[in-house]
């Protein structure tokens, strides 16, 4: 009877972490104005909800660097896993803001910017500062630096 009463926290237990993962935004706000939320989690509810236009704050692993796209302005492309089923392309503009450099695969990074949903993952740029002082700053922590 004991293991069994374990057994069952347990499950709870897992279950409430779970949920815990997926809750939804709040969405009672008009949602064509951009929103500030700081967590991974939310970035994985606004990939679940299809959401876009937030300002996330989220720390992944590289798991991939691309090349630069040179196109109009200049980016800096590399792809972070979230958890173990969400990643997302980090498209940094290196016209307003420094190169991370040294950038290597598997290395844990920290950012803030505007997402912007896909089925693939999304996007997540503005991860700088806006020179017209409009937009809200973004920036990426990396190795106990911030690029923006």
Known sequence: MRKYLVLIIAIIIF???FNKQHLPLDTSHDSSSSTSTYSTDALISAYNNKQSDKIITATGTVSKL??????????QKFIVRISPVLTVLVAHNIDLAPRVKALKKDDPITFKGEYKW???????HWTHHDPRG???AGWIKYRGKVYQ
Request: hydrophobic share 40%.
């Open 134 to 136: 409009i937009h809200p």
């Open 118 to 124: 896909n089925i693939k993952g999304g996007v997540i």
């Open 15 to 17: 279950f409430a972490f």
């Open 66 to 75: 691309l090349a630069d796209d040179n196109n109009g302005s200049r980016h």
